[in-house]
């Protein structure tokens, strides 16, 4: 695997760590309170869930190109 490619799979990973915090970050501010950290836990987990196979998808396509 060259550069190109490793840099690549890096900023796909890199881009769901920070979706995934930012929605955590903004469902805990949202709501709140006690809750905050619960609500921002499930809707930094669904985030993940939900972005997880775009994002192998990406890595993946970015490390078997030619």
Known sequence: MNTAKEVG???GLALLALCV???GIVAG???GGLLSVP???VAAAATFQLLRGVTGRVV???VESP
């Open 9 to 11: 799979a890096c900023l």
């Open 21 to 23: 915090l930012t929605v």
């Open 60 to 62: 993946a396509a970015a």
């Open 39 to 41: 609500v921002g836990a």
């Open 29 to 31: 501010c949202t709501v």
